[in-house]
């Protein structure tokens, strides 16, 4: 309650009556304010209009006691007013309540006769202004709410990516406009309805189905799903309940990526076009370059001779990336196709190693394959050509990134399900940060030895592509000086079934 005093109107036409008032409530500290009939004290109420207590005479010459109580409580619901009479029948009583008084005081009274009632009435008043205040706070919440909800009503519908929220027990509970686009034929469908009225044997629908059961952990799952023509990358993630933190079902979010889809096949389209135009006549170079640096042509002076070695390496290496180019871009628009069959791994990285051990030969390096006896007998259903790929970029990348005179070596294991070749080396090692980047295309760490080292930064992009054709997986451990192990995991021919 506020420090402000509290305000009380007499109204009376006996001027004896309205000064004991005043005498008494003034003690109790209450201001006073007094008028001898009823028009004056409804001008003094509408002057002043913060009265808690009216004390109101019924018999008064003009407008009378009970006229004055309804037109105050016409414009003031909180005042606490009494009537003060010598002529207390029930009738009146009733009437004067009926019409908003709150009590009676019979005249004559002493002053605790009066200041008593006036004690409880102040309080009755204290209480509703209370409960008002409370009441009025609430009712405000609850307009927040509702216009917070309808303000997210109002987004959501207005969203032009689709949004679908699914309840725990796999019922769609609410979706935008953008999403009855999306999703064929469900516009009429009235809400909840099962995740299955979207047609419960499509891609779109397994994956809802299965990412339903997301927990509380924060986390968004994506997928990139073929609606009629278009393409949508569809993220789901879980609602969490702010108060409990677990989670009341999902939302999935769809965004149209066709365009960028159809720029990107563009742009593999693109780069693997100049690849073939490039490849031919890079080959033709390196013929040449190998003509005259094997002096077949007559004699090379050796300042020339230095000139084309190097002029050699750099052929090479733009061939190397030609190729991995057009790799690349044939698996990006899926036209690259493996032709799996059952293969020995550990002929296939036999092989690998020979291929490169006139590089391993050139910087001293000891290139050892050991592999489980058991092993090579455990065919797995691979593409030979890619396997060999893999294994050679594996173990040439090992020479390339360790110092003359190191060691790789190959080992082939058999782990059950899965054939499990690892290529180790000790040189150069990287950092965490260039580990967890080297299977992006161009990626290549940037440090003083690797300066040195020629490369296009598309080797292990290829590689883990081929890997994951197999539904393979390879891992990398690596520390900065002390080596590198690539270990690649490739299905046996019965696990790949
Ligand atoms: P690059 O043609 O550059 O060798 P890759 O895609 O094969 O391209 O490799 C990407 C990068 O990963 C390399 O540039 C190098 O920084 C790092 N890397 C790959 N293999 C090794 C390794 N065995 N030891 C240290 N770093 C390596």
């Known amino acids: 309650m506020n420090d402000e005093k509290i305000r009380i109107l007499v109204v009376d036409d006996e001027i004896g009556i309205r000064e004991g008032c005043r005498i008494a409530l003034n003690m109790e500290g209450y201001e006073v304010d007094m008028a001898e009939d009823g028009l004056a004290g409804l001008k003094m109420f509408e002057q002043n209009r913060n009265y808690a207590i009216a004390l109101i005479d019924l018999k008064m010459p003009g407008m009378g006691g009970l006229e004055l109580i309804e037109k105050i409580r016409e414009q003031d619901k909180d005042i606490i007013m009494f009537v003060i009479t010598a002529y207390a029948t ?76 699914i309840n725990r027990d796999r019922q769609i509970v609410l979706w935008n406009e953008a999403a009855h686009r999306i999703i064929p034929g469900c516009e009429d469908l009235p809400l909840p309805v099962h995740l299955n009225a979207i047609g419960s044997s499509g891609e779109l629908f397994d994956f809802l189905n299965e990412t339903a059961d997301v927990d509380s952990d924060p986390v968004i799952i994506s997928k990139e799903v073929t609606i009629e023509n278009s393409v949508y990358m569809v993220n789901v993630s879980p609602v969490i309940e702010a108060e409990i933190g677990t989670s009341m079902g999902t939302v999935a979010v769809f965004r149209d990526i066709t365009a960028l889809k159809e720029l990107e096949t563009a742009k593999s389209m693109f780069v693997s076009m100049v690849a073939h135009e490039v490849k031919r006549p890079l080959g033709v170079i390196e013929g040449y370059l190998n003509l005259v640096v094997s002096g077949m042509t007559g004699e090379v002076p050796p300042n020339q001779k230095e000139i084309l070695d190097r002029s ?22 899926g036209k690259f196709t493996i032709k799996r069959v059952p293969i020995d791994i550990v002929k296939v990285a036999t092989d690998a190693a020979e291929s490169c051990r006139d590089r391993a030969r050139e910087k001293e390096i000891e290139l050892a394959l050991d592999y489980d006896e058991k092993a090579g007998h455990e065919p797995v259903l691979a593409d030979r050509a890619a396997m060999m790929s893999v294994f050679v970029n594996l173990i040439d990348n090992a020479i390339k990134y360790t110092p003359e005179k190191g060691h790789v070596s190959i080992r082939v294991d058999n782990t059950g399900n899965y054939m499990k070749v690892s290529v180790r080396d000790d040189g150069i090692g990287m950092t965490p940060e260039e580990k967890d980047k080297i299977f992006e295309e161009f990626y290549r760490a940037r440090n003083k030895f690797t300066a040195r080292v020629p490369g296009t930064g598309l080797g292990l992009s290829v590689v883990k592509r081929f890997v994951e054709m197999h539904q393979g997986k390879i891992s990398v451990e690596t520390a900065p000086g002390k080596g590198s192990t690539f270990t690649v995991f490739i299905p046996k021919w019965d696990q790949a079934k």
Not at 118 to 134: F, T
Not at 312 to 331: F, G, H, K, P, Y
């Open 90 to 165: 029930i009738d009146t009583a009733v009437e004067a309540t009926k019409r908003g008084a709150y009590g009676y005081i019979p005249k004559p009274f002493t002053p605790d006769e009066l200041i008593l009632p006036i004690k409880r009435g102040i309080e009755n008043r204290a209480l509703s202004l209370e409960a008002k205040r409370l009441r009025e706070e609430r009712e405000n919440r609850l307009l927040t709410a509702a216009f917070e909800r309808s303000k997210s009503n109002t987004i959501i519908k207005c969203m032009t990516d689709g949004v679908l929220v």
């Open 312 to 333: 050699l390496i750099r052929a090479r290496t733009l061939q190397t990336m030609v190729s991995e180019l057009m790799n690349l871009t044939a698996m990006e628009t």
